[in-house]
């Protein structure tokens, strides 16, 4: 129990963020998810669309301090390279 009127305030405060960032943070895990399907499944127009989509919602988090910049940054590159990988064409073995 906090003992004083500022200990009460950060409390509330405290909840009230931790619900934003885990409402935040669930977005982003959705919004990945449904671009690695699109991505596996070779729908490459639809999945360019689902990258825009999903490289914003991580650079808005990580305006707003929800998770770090380079994190962002880092999910952001390895998506794209696997939406670069399933677009290229497979090379035959010699």
Do not use: C, H, W
């Amino acid at each position: 129990m906090p003992n004083t009127k500022s200990a009460e305030k950060r409390v509330r405060s405290n909840a009230a963020k931790a619900a934003r960032n885990k409402s935040i943070k669930s977005r982003l895990k959705t919004l990945e998810k449904k671009y690695l399907v699109l991505v596996t499944e070779g729908k490459l127009d639809d999945a360019k669309v689902a990258y825009r989509d999903v490289a914003s919602a991580f650079d808005k988090a990580a305006k707003v301090g929800v998770i770090k910049k380079e994190k962002a940054s880092r999910k952001r590159s390895r998506l794209q390279i696997r939406l670069n990988g399933a677009a290229a064409p497979v090379a035959p073995a010699k």
